[in-house]
């Protein structure tokens, strides 16, 4: 599974950016799709996850409320709308796909990495 992250940018805190991840290759409806983030000088950090065919979706408590994981299979995309926006949520994001059903928030289960787009919230 090849997977190819967008949508990054600068925004004030408070404001919105949705993250997309396009998925090529062979995937599974069972599958679970997730995010995550690294912030500077921190280690990488759960976000949200979900399957890939849709149903429950897990998120960070830091992120709940606040952030959608979603999906829209037709276009082999999952994506990520962030709401309310704060400075510490400025980090790299990246896509990852688990060939599992078992929700997982540990980075190393998951075996298919997108590179990185950067989120930056400016106070």
């Known amino acids: 599974v090849q997977l190819q992250a967008s949508g990054g940018g600068l925004v004030q805190a408070g404001g919105s950016l949705r993250l997309s991840c396009v998925a090529s290759?062979?995937?599974?409806?069972?599958?679970?799709m997730g995010w995550f983030r690294q912030a500077p000088g921190k280690e990488r950090e759960f976000v949200a996850a979900?399957?890939?065919?849709?149903?429950?979706?897990f998120y960070a408590d830091s992120v709940k409320g606040r952030f959608t994981i979603s999906r829209d299979n037709a276009k082999n995309t999952v994506y990520l709308q962030m709401n309310s926006l704060k400075p510490e949520d400025t980090a790299v994001y990246y896509c990852a796909y688990r060939t599992s059903s078992t929700h997982s928030t540990r980075r190393y289960e998951y075996k298919h990495w997108g590179k990185g787009t950067l989120v930056t919230v400016s106070s």
């Open positions: 290759g062979r995937t599974f409806i069972r599958h679970i």
């Open positions: 979900m399957w890939w065919g849709g149903g429950s979706t």
